[in-house]
């Protein structure tokens, strides 16, 4: 396995020609109810489908793998006025193979805190009917 000091790191990932790609995994389609009221302004429920499920984000260059991982959610009926895609609530956003980094004492950096140096294309899950 490679070891790289944490500024090692920083320059590497910041080269160039870097293999990117994006892989999306509904998890679960799912229907809750929400309130509305009729056309005669009775209360009722309506039933919304709702789809959730994790982006994926892998970055790639040798031996190294860099995947950075999100949650998402949407209504069917509405992809594009209720999409939301977020890290909240996660313990593992990013994963680092092939490389360990260290800091100037020799210990280890966690990937998640490797996360902060990484370059904004390899977080940009691409969503298919996002705009």
Do not use: C
Request: net charge negative.
């Amino acid at each position: 396995m490679l070891i790289m000091k944490l500024n090692e790191f920083i320059e590497f990932v910041a080269m160039p020609t870097w293999e990117l790609d994006t892989e999306v995994n509904v998890e679960e389609h799912e229907t809750h109810y929400i309130d509305g009221e009729d056309n005669s302004g009775n209360q009722i429920q309506i039933s919304v489908a709702h789809t959730w499920g994790i982006g994926l984000r892998y970055a790639k260059k040798g031996a190294v793998t860099i995947t950075y991982a999100e949650t998402f959610s949407y209504d069917d009926d509405d992809f594009e006025g209720s999409f939301d895609a977020s890290t909240s609530g996660q313990e593992v956003v990013w994963t680092v193979e092939g490389v360990l980094v260290v800091d100037e004492v020799g210990g280890v950096i966690s990937d998640n805190t490797l996360g902060d140096y990484m370059p904004d294309e390899f977080s940009n899950v691409e969503y298919e009917g996002e705009e």
